[in-house]
């Protein structure tokens, strides 16, 4: 298989899919090779899919090591939908919070998740990274395409 040296777009037929409130599965590789999946909230920038996540946490601490991810999305009003991105993440640490609040509002009733969804304490504590999923490779299912 090659490898694409530019981004792979995401088909319009399934951008909502990234676009909605729908949690996705991020998976990324273990220091010994074992994937590791996490639960996570996805929206999309125009380009790539994006997470927010901790350098604390498993798949921060993962990416950082090694951009290799995977996300999975499906469609929880028709479970045979969905869209499956690999690529690799960039991390980006400018406004990784003011998105995580994007993505509180756009999840919960909540307006900020620090002092909402978790402790205001919490923030000192972790390091917050917005991480664009750049897919080199795109999966859809097969009867939506």
Known sequence: MT???APVAIPASHLDLLTRPIIGVLTTMQPDGQPQ????????DGECARVNTTLERQKGR???RDGR???LVVDPDDTSRF??????????????????DGL?????TRPAFYGHVYPLEQRERERRVICRIRAR??????IHR
């Open 104 to 108: 509180t509002r756009q999840y919960t």
């Open 62 to 64: 993962n990416l950082a």
């Open 37 to 44: 999946s996490s639960l996570v909230w996805v929206d999309f």
């Open 137 to 142: 490779r795109v999966t859809l299912d097969a």
């Open 3 to 5: 490898v694409a040296e």
């Open 83 to 100: 869209l499956q991105i690999r690529g690799e993440a960039e991390l980006v640490f400018d406004g990784a919070i003011e998105h995580l």
């Open 69 to 71: 991810a995977s996300l």
